[in-house]
């Protein structure tokens, strides 16, 4: 990592990592949370960065994607 590929590789870790740290494992209603709700939420706080100008890639969560119920939010 250096100062040209920083913000592409931090902001989407970060966001990452707040909703596993923030958003526990459970809903309001108390059900698990899923890989397929935390990607929609990843990629729509990707867009609002990209809209401010920031150059953050994809979050790409493939190794929960291919082995679904195995990884735990």
Do not use: F, H, I, Y
């Not at 929609?40 to 609002?48: V, Y």
């Amino acid at each position: 990592t250096d100062p040209v590929n920083l913000d592409q590789m931090l902001w989407p870790r970060a966001a990452a990592a707040a909703e596993v740290l923030w958003s526990g494992k459970k809903d309001l209603g108390g059900k698990e949370r899923n890989v397929a709700n935390a990607t929609r939420r990843l990629a729509e706080m990707r867009e609002r960065l990209v809209t401010r100008g920031v150059g953050a890639a994809p979050v790409q969560m493939v190794w929960c994607l291919q082995n679904e119920g195995r990884c735990v939010l």
